[in-house]
């Protein structure tokens, strides 16, 4: 039998006898067939146009969306919160101040009386107060004569509208010419300290030599800051 084996080409599938070297020792059968794969040629690298490669993004695993999604969430309801929170402070802002704005004008004597200088306020808004809540009814004046001299002579009443027994304050009259200029002016006390609710106690009051150019008069209470000085 000849020395060799016989080899078969793993490509095409051709058989034929290959003798051994002479200098390599004898390692496999001779029967033995040994494929010879043929190697295919390796695809050319890609054509680079001297771009940077672009390199693909990782795809985003279900644990970096789920983190994601939580955060959104999140971010959502503090959103909420804070749209919620605006309003509830705009609400209670009007509701504060309208209650301020209702007590200022509900209680606007009682206030008054307590502090004065607010009275400069609603003289500004051309709101009436009465702190002292007493009110001059009935009132007139008349000239008169009293010994060859010209009297001016001015009476009313005094009603206490308040719900509790008030002292009655000094009362003030002020003359006035045609451009509301204060000629003169004086004070004069009630008979009666005190007054009950709905009470109502009667003045007169003289003045002899009025100003010639007097043409109106103003009278009015006392506020306690001129009562303590007169």
């Not at 084996?5 to 793993?10: D, G, L, Q, S, T």
């Not at 007169?204 to 109106?216: E, F, G, N, Y």
Request: proline fraction near 10%.
């Amino acid at each position: 039998m000849p020395k060799g084996r016989k080899v078969r080409c793993a490509k095409c599938g051709e058989t034929w006898h290959q003798d051994p070297p002479k200098d390599i020792p004898k390692t496999l059968d001779e029967t033995d067939e040994v494929p010879v794969e043929a190697k295919e040629a390796a695809p050319p690298p890609p054509a680079n146009d001297g771009a940077d490669p672009v390199e693909k993004p990782a795809p985003a695993s279900a644990g970096s969306e789920a983190v994601a999604a939580r955060r959104m969430a999140a971010f959502r309801k503090t959103l909420t919160r804070w749209r919620m929170g605006q309003v509830a402070g705009f609400a209670g802002l009007g509701l504060f101040v309208g209650l301020t704005l209702l007590a200022l004008f509900s209680f606007k004597d009682e206030l008054v009386a307590a502090w004065p200088a607010t009275a400069s306020l609603y003289a500004v808004l051309n709101e009436p107060v009465n702190p002292q809540r007493m009110e001059f009814q009935n009132v007139a004046y008349e000239h008169q004569y009293e010994n060859g001299l010209p009297v001016l002579s001015i009476t009313g009443e005094v009603v206490n509208v308040g719900d509790a027994r008030l002292s009655v304050p000094r009362v003030r009259v002020g003359l006035r010419d045609e451009g509301q200029n204060e000629l003169y002016a004086w004070t004069f006390a009630l008979p009666e300290p005190a007054l009950e609710p709905s009470e109502t106690a009667e003045f007169v009051t003289r003045l002899s030599s009025p100003p010639i150019d007097a043409r109106d008069l103003e009278i009015r209470f006392l506020d306690q800051t001129e009562e303590m000085n007169p």
